[in-house]
């Protein structure tokens, strides 16, 4: 700034008469080594492109587009100091920037010439609307950011902000929005098939607006940022409704904001469409119409153990029968379901529940997690007296569950004699149908992780993510789950009841045809579904770490 005026050094020379505008110019562009545009040139001005950025864009902050190549976009800017505004452009274009330097009268002059007539669709998942203005220009102060007057009207930028984010991360099908503050600006990322990815990078001085409209619209307390909070926000997004669960969690440099979308077709999407092979779905289909003993899902969180169990219900769910649930929480409502919320607070815990549950003469129950022993055991005696029981625990595989249910304390012939069936799952990612090809090379290292011989590698259809304008560039659209199913038979029950070890218990399973995560993986390779490393990541997690292979 020139000294004692607040304006900028340049600004500053041209007033005095020391320069002219287009001097100024040519001096920024050179200091920062970007390209001179000098539009009254011969043939500078048909470099212009104003299909590629809606008009009110342009005419807004002055900036001509270029030409668009490789998806970054070039544009003619007057101040290329302007971090802020380029940051703006790079989240509303969705698309990196290239920059060159113009006076900023004579943007204006050839815009005001009628060169701003064309160009009115951004390419751009938001709308031409502007999202950012002085009304938003907000300093951050961590000791008044919930004084922040967010309640300006539909129409306010940071409300539309919020909209346009929320309605991008929908329909990209995004399971979760993150918003985390750094020390210099807010990142905002989605995860889409279970991987985050950068979505933009928002101005520092957004973050006390934007914070305190997401936890308004959950209806948390925005003036408390020191404990976590979690709340719910509901509302329509092209015509359909979508539940947001919300988590705010105090960090360095402020509060971070996770948004789980939960969509209601997620769990109705059929039993056969989350990745069974056809002779799993055949036990599986049996297992569920049990009329009872219990039947476990494992695996990490993340896995698709909740999606699985409803999708179940969802298919046992008729007049006839009735299911009570015990969750924590509910995250999706199903009609002729009666759904229990757990709340430690007041005392309802998921035991309480149980036990509730039982004097109300249901025909299935669903434990959200088995958690403690107390939970086990009760489970266990409800398996044990005429009621199928759906639950869930955190365990690697299938034959692990048996000795996490032993070490919790419950008594190992109670584990043999009620559990009927455990099925172990992970989530890989499918290739996108309209970009993948035939994989020529693929890693040899990686496929002796997974298994796959030289014989299987040559008759398969192996094959590798390319990326399109239908899986965002990515390659892969969607995930299915790749199950390990044991079903319980005499042998394996005498083994619980003796506390045999996971890996006999494990030989005893493959006896009796159980497939492995990886055995089930290696199908849905070597039939083109997925690539070999995202199977590794989940069914060889240990071999990768020692192998040093990067997939």
Do not use: W
Not at 126 to 137: P, Q, Y
Not at 191 to 209: E, F, S, T
Not at 326 to 355: H, K, M, W
Not at 361 to 377: S, T
Request: proline fraction near 4%; charged fraction near 25%; include cysteine.
């Amino acid at each position: 700034m020139a000294k004692g005026t607040g304006k900028r050094l340049g600004e500053a020379l041209i007033e005095a008469g020391f320069c002219k505008e287009e001097d100024v110019a040519k001096a920024l562009a050179s200091q920062h080594d970007m390209e001179y545009i000098d539009l009254d040139a011969d043939g500078a001005a048909d470099r212009v492109d104003l299909s590629l950025v809606g008009e009110d864009i342009v005419k807004k902050h002055l900036i001509l587009p270029l030409g668009k190549s490789g998806g970054r976009i070039k544009l003619a800017v007057h101040d290329p100091m302007d971090l802020e505004l380029l940051d703006l452009l790079r989240f509303r274009l969705n698309c990196e920037i290239d920059t060159a330097v113009a006076s900023k009268t004579a943007i204006k002059e050839f815009l005001d010439g009628g060169g701003g007539a064309g160009g009115s669709g951004a390419p751009s998942m938001f709308s031409a609307d502007s999202l950012v203005t002085d009304s938003v220009d907000v300093t951050m102060d961590r000791s008044v950011d919930a004084s922040v007057d967010i309640s300006v009207g539909d129409d306010a930028p940071i409300i539309r902000l919020v909209q346009k984010l929320i309605t991008e991360a929908v329909r990209t099908r995004a399971s979760d929005i993150h918003v985390e503050p750094m020390a210099d600006r807010v990142i905002l990322r989605y995860r889409i098939d279970g991987v985050c990815h950068v979505r933009d990078n928002l101005p520092k001085r957004m973050q006390a607006a934007l914070l305190a409209r997401l936890k308004l619209m959950a209806g948390v307390n925005i003036a408390e940022r020191r404990t976590p909070q979690d709340g719910r926000i509901k509302m329509p997004v092209d015509g359909e409704q979508i539940d947001f669960r919300v988590s705010c969690c105090p960090a360095y440099h402020g509060e971070s904001v996770v948004m789980r979308i939960l969509r209601p077709e997620a769990v109705k999407i059929g039993l056969m469409n989350l990745g069974f092979e056809q002779d799993t779905f055949d036990k599986f289909n049996r297992i569920i119409r049990r009329p009872n003993g219990i039947f476990l899902v494992t695996g990490p969180t993340g896995s698709g153990k909740t999606t699985t169990l409803y999708s179940a219900l969802d298919v046992l769910n008729r007049p006839d029968r009735k299911i009570i649930t015990a969750e924590d929480p509910v995250e999706y409502n199903f009609t002729g379901i009666n759904q229990c919320q757990v709340r430690d607070s007041i005392g309802l815990t998921f035991s309480s529940i149980l036990r509730a549950m039982l004097r109300q003469a249901p025909n299935i129950v669903l434990v959200g997690e088995i958690r403690d022993r107390e939970v086990a055991e009760i489970a266990i005696q409800a398996a044990l007296t005429g009621h199928l029981v759906f639950s869930t625990l955190h365990t690697n595989d299938a034959p692990s569950a048996m000795t996490r249910l032993i070490d919790m304390g419950v008594k190992p012939f109670l584990v043999a004699s009620s559990i009927q069936a455990i099925l172990a799952q992970r989530l890989t990612r499918i290739l996108c149908d309209r970009c993948k090809e035939p994989d020529p090379k693929p890693d040899e290292r990686v496929l002796q992780l997974v298994g796959i011989t030289p014989e299987e590698r040559e008759k398969g259809n192996i094959s590798r993510a390319v990326g399109c304008s239908h899986c965002g560039k990515i390659g892969f659209r969607g995930r299915r789950a790749i199950f390990e199913l044991m079903t319980l038979n005499s042998e394996i029950r005498e083994m619980a009841f003796n506390r045999a070890s996971i890996a006999e218990m494990r030989e005893a399973a493959y006896r009796t045809g159980m497939r492995s995560l990886l055995g089930d993986g290696k199908i849905k390779i070597l039939r083109g579904d997925t690539t070999p490393g995202e199977v590794a990541k989940f069914a060889q997690a240990e071999s990768l770490l020692e192998s040093n292979v990067d997939v």
